[in-house]
């Protein structure tokens, strides 16, 4: 398998402008994770979704931020509109619960963003 | 709440230079606790998974121990390779991991 997929790897954009990140999971998982990962506050869950339904969005920064999985191999991670505070790099993850001894999260390589 | 705090913030050690990191978990209901390497620019790589105290694994240089409150990873004669950040996670039930802030190991040649 060729892993948790994201794009793109990099994205820089201009503050109020939307910005879309997306992430393929492993196929077979069914669990997907959204992390935001900063140097002040490390990784931090923003969302999760088990078997394409949203459970916890609790972690969320606010209205600005908005995530989709409409199938089992696919998701996207919405800022609309972009602030500077939201630089950081986004990570997706999978997890397959059903895998026994394998019950961990894989990640992907992470999307860094920069907004000016 | 689940909190996860792991020290030191950063470790530099010579290489040969044996050495232990250190996380301290709270967490009700432990169903795994979960150590991660992650390179400069990489996403997070899996290590070890423990599920209960006393129990031990092992790869390569690298040691992972867990007792009710902490576990330790364990570096033997490290070498500039084994340079990352170790991240700590746990998982209560089928909750995400939460995680640590982390270990930045550097290993001096």
């Known amino acids: 398998d060729a892993g948790v997929i994201q794009s793109p790897r990099h994205e820089v954009t201009e503050m109020g402008q939307e910005v879309t990140l997306r992430c393929k999971p492993i196929s077979g998982h069914d669990y997907l994770f959204w992390y935001r990962q900063t140097m002040m506050r490390g990784l931090e869950l923003l969302i999760y979704?088990?078997?394409?339904?949203?459970?916890?969005d609790s972690g969320m920064p606010e209205d600005r931020f908005s995530a989709k999985m409409p199938n089992a191999s696919f998701s996207t991670l919405k800022i609309q509109p972009s602030e500077p505070r939201d630089s950081a790099v986004y990570f997706c993850a999978s997890r397959d619960s059903l895998a026994g001894g394998l019950d961990t999260q894989y990640f992907g390589p992470g999307t860094r963003l920069t907004v000016l | 709440e689940d909190q996860v705090t792991q020290s030191p913030e950063a470790l530099r050690l010579q290489e040969g230079e044996s050495s232990s990191l250190n996380c301290s978990y709270t967490v009700s209901g432990l169903r795994g606790l979960f150590w991660y390497r992650q390179d400069p620019g990489k996403g997070p790589e899996f290590l070890f998974t423990?599920?209960?105290a006393g129990e031990e694994k092992e790869k390569e240089r690298l040691k992972a121990t867990l007792t009710k409150k902490e576990s330790f990873l364990h570096i033997t004669a490290p070498k500039p390779e084994d340079s990352a950040t170790y991240l700590c996670a746990v998982r209560r039930g089928n909750t995400p991991l939460v995680f640590g802030k982390g270990t930045r190991l550097s290993v001096i040649a």
């Open positions: 423990l599920y209960s």
């Open positions: 979704f088990n078997n394409n339904v949203p459970i916890d």
